[in-house]
Structure formats: structure tokens, C-alpha cells
């Protein structure tokens, strides 16, 4: 009678366990694929309250969003959101976010609208948030107005508060095109503009191409950031002021030698304020890993006379470049600017370390520092500090990249095995413990592919 029983039993906990509901059964009531979102394709108003664009969908911006009230605009994967030409694009205010999470095969695509799009058709994506800064606006120190244009009565253009730690989302595998609306001369959105982010972002694998100013800049803040690639932008590729402090590992710059902006382009340009002050915190971001493909690809090479230097170092900054390649400027590799930057290197306050820079005449350069004991960057950064292997080449070629100067498909900036690149990596100084360890300069390793799929070149 027991084994009966028994049976019995066993049967009813099987058929129990078989008609429990699998976690990624579909849900009987609601579609797992909803077919349209009621909210509609078109973005012309704020965001006040949580909303979703949904994946693999095309959605339309016709005027300057702002995400407020503490809301989180969620993009699905393989979204594509378009803006109509015009002061147009997302401005994520303080308190609110953006979760803009794509993949390798399904990345997100922000783009202009027009049938032929061009640098500048929308002002793209703005993260406000409430990190440290040196700025002040209206007398309120720690507070910056935005540039651009994109603040209003409400206030919703102000960046800055005490809390470094803040999160204003993620982004990850997103692409920004044809972004950087000019609002006023030196007064342009960017592709993808950054306003006292804090840390808690996340900012990884994201490409601003065609840009009409800069590709990335960063206004304040400690937002760390990785894998970023700046396509043919107008003007500065990596923008960093008024007490960014932030690190970037593994980045990317592809000029167009033809186009350059009459400010004078840059692969970096790192000021503390635009006064040079002493103002705190200081501007003091760390680059590592990053590949800047200059216009000249050879002496011959014809490009815009607007092109300067690889970095343009000014204004009292304190920045580290260290294990990265630096190619193809007219100008210089790295130009030290002003007598205050000049004692900031010799005190440690700035550090390059473990750079090459290849087809540039002036690989380290200074102006305005006479007045300073620091004498020549170039006997200074490799003669005095041998330890910090610096060195410079005289082509670009001579770094052994497999293809840094080809377009479409065939670019690749990968060095190729036995390239100067592969050795010399430093491990001292500013790399702390949000940057992983490799033992090669630039962006990439012999064979990698971090920066396909995703990307469009």
C-alpha cells in the first residue's frame, strides 16, 4: 500500500513541476514582441517620467529633449533614434539618465535625418550631471552653464553639485553621427558632451563620427571611460576642462586631412579653465591606450591648415598620457603651453609616459615657458627620464600599424607583430586600478577587434 501511495505521490510533483511556469515561458497575457509602441516614433517634448524607445526600432527627434524630473530614457538595443536637422538632440538633465545599451551586432544609432547627412545637422547627446567642478555660474561655484545653448529658464543646461560618485546612466556599443549643432562660434554642441558626470556612469564602446566640434568633451567631472573612437571630427577629438578628472583607456582618432576647424584642431586639448586659473579641482584626466591618427600621413601629405597638434597641453592642466602613439600632426606631438603647465611637469603634476609619436617633426614641443627651469620637453621626457620610454619616429609608417591611413573596411589600427608598439609599455605613476594591464602602446593588441562590428568607418 505504501508503494502505491508512493507512486501516486511522485506523479502528482511531477506533473506539478511540469506545468510550473519557466522563467523565459512566453507570458500568456502580454505579447513577449509588442508590434507598436502607443507612445509613438516621434520625440518633440521633455521627458518627465520613466520611458523606453523599444529595440530594433527607428524613432524621430524634432526639437531639444530634455530628460528631467529624475526620469531614465531606456533605448533598446538596435534602435536607431534620427533628428530632424536643427537645434535638435537629448539633453540629459542633473538627477535624471540615460540608458543607452546596445551590442556588438545590435549597437544604437543616433544620426541626423536628412537624406545627405552632413557634421552639425543636430546637437546631439548632452550628460549633465552632479560631479565636482571648477566652474561657476551666476556666482554659484561648482556650477557651469553648459555651452551650447541648451539652457533654459528652468535651469535645465546647468552641470555640477558634490557628488562625484553620481550616475547620469550608461552608454555602451552606441554610435553618435553627424552631431555638434553650431549654436555660436566657440560655442558648439559636441557629438557627445559631458557635464560633471560622475563615476557612476558607465561610458564604454562608443564612436562620434563626423562631428561638427569637438567628438568628446568632458566639462568637469570623474566619469571613467573606455573604448571610445572619434571619427572625422570637425575640430578636437578628446576635449577635457574646468576639473575633469576622469580616466579613458583604449581610444581611437581618425582625422579627415581636408577638414579642420579655424580654432586650430587637436587630437587632445586639456585646460583647466579658460583662464588658466587656480581654480580647484584641477583638470587632470588620464589617457591610456590611445591611438590618434593625425591628417599627414606622409611629409607630402596635403592637409587644412587649421590642423595643429596631437596634444595641445594649456591653461594650468595637469593631464597623463601614457601608453599611447601619437601620429601625424603638422604642428607637433605634444605641445606643453604656458609656464604654469611647464612647472606642473616638472613637479609631477602632469606625466607622459610610455608615448610614441611618429611622422611629427616637433614630437615634444613647448611655448610660453622660458620663464621656467624645465628647459626642452624633448631632453626632458626622454634623455633626463629615460625610464618613461618616450620615443618619436620619424614616419608614420614606422610605428608598424597594419593600416591606420586606409579607409572603409580596410582601415585597421592595429599594429602589426614585431611593431615598436608591442614594447615599452610603463606600469608606474596614474594607471590605478580602473585600468586593465596590457603590454602594448596605442589602442590595440596584435589581432584586435574590439573596435569592429559595432563601428562604421
Known sequence: MRKIIFAITAVSILAAV??????????????????????GYELSGDITSDRTLWAGKTYTISAMIYVKNNATLTIGKGATIKAIKGKNGIVVTRGAKLMAVGTVDSPIVFTSNEGTPAAGDWGGIVLLGKATTNATFNSVPGQGEIEGGVNNSAGDGIYGGTDDNDNSGKLKYVRIEYAGYPFQPDKELNSLTMGAVGRGTEIDYVQCSYGYDDAFEWFG??????????????????????????????????????????????????????????????????????TIIGPKETSTTTVNTNYKRAAHVRRNSRPAIINSVLLGFPSAGILLDGSKCANNMSSGAIEFKGVTVGGISKAFDTVGTSSTSLGSLNTFLTTTNPSWNNASVTNTSDAGLSAAYASGASFNPNPNSGSVLTTGVVSTGRLGSFFSTVSYRGACSVGDTWWKSWTKF
Open 221 to 290: 567631472g570623474t566619469v571613467n571611460c573606455s573604448h571610445l573612437i572619434s571619427y572625422k571630427t570637425h575640430d578636437d577629438n578628446f576635449d577635457a576642462d574646468f576639473g575633469f578628472r576622469g580616466n579613458v583607456q583604449f581610444g581611437i582618432a581618425i582625422t579627415d586631412p581636408a577638414d579642420a576647424d579655424i580654432s586650430g584642431s587637436n587630437g587632445f586639448e586639456v585646460d583647466n579653465d579658460a583662464t588658466g586659473s587656480d581654480n580647484t579641482p584641477f583638470t587632470a584626466p588620464t589617457f591610456a591606450n590611445m
Open 18 to 39: 511540469s506545468c510550473k511556469k519557466k522563467n523565459n515561458d512566453p507570458d500568456p497575457v502580454t505579447p513577449v514582441t509588442p508590434t507598436e509602441d502607443t507612445l
